[in-house]
């Protein structure tokens, strides 16, 4: 295929490479298991996306379709493969938000938290919210902020969740990802690295509050408010 060097590169630092790269590792973490869930990646004007329905930790650079930002036409498009169904919802964090990578996890954390909590998922006072950024303003969110997820609803077509993935990310302007009932999670950031570990520090606070809920704390409590719960004298 004439486009093949869109995505053959020696770098590994290059955006298929990448997405094959973390795609395996996210696997390791049972975030894309059993096909679903992924990773795309914007470079200028360049969208990187996985095929739909594929073992994404199986994945290489070849099997990537590359998409122009601007015209939203595929510049390389392999035959065998259609791509992925998660394709609008990244959209959505490219053009709203301006993200440079966007990941969709399937991880369990995110679908028991998506059961647990109604509209949106709070936590407060615990020192991994320092890794994610405040969006609307420069810098981290603090050790005293409160960090609060959407959760929409899912939709039968993963695709289906697009109109309100993109209702979610307007209504809530300093969120970085959005959870989806039942079904998992979107977090995104301005680079492939930041998105990364936003996914990593939210996951993390998501298996935590699980734990301080079956604990009888409530993860977006005051500072003490825990004494009441379990501790032994
Ligand atoms: C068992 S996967 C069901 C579809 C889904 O939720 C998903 O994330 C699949 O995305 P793909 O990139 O494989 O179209
Ligand atoms: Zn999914």
Partial sequence: MAE????????????????????KLFYSNGWVTGTGGGISVKDGDLIYLAPSGVQ??????DNMFVMDSKTK?????????????C?????????????????????????????????????????????LPRVTSQGYLGFYDTLTIPIIENTAHEEDLK???????????????VLVRRHGIYVWGESVWKAKVYNEAIDYLLELA???????????????????ALRVE
């Fill in 4 to 23: 093949d060097n869109l995505v053959h590169s020696h770098d590994a630092n290059h955006p298929a490479n990448l997405i094959c790269e973390l795609c």
């Fill in 56 to 61: 994404k930790e199986r994945m290489v650079p």
């Fill in 73 to 85: 036409e595929y510049i390389r498009r392999p035959q065998i493969y259609k791509p992925s169904a």
């Fill in 87 to 131: 394709t609008p919802l990244f959209m959505a964090a490219y053009d709203i938000r301006g993200a440079g990578a966007c990941i969709h996890t399937h991880s369990q954390n995110a679908v028991m938290v998506s059961l647990l909590y109604e509209k949106e998922f709070k936590i407060a006072n615990i020192e991994q919210i320092k890794a």
């Fill in 163 to 177: 109109d309100t993935l993109e209702r979610a990310i307007l209504d809530y302007p300093e969120a970085t990802a």
């Fill in 210 to 228: 699980i734990k301080m809920r079956q604990c009888g704390i409530a993860p977006d409590g005051a500072i003490g408010s825990e004494k009441g």
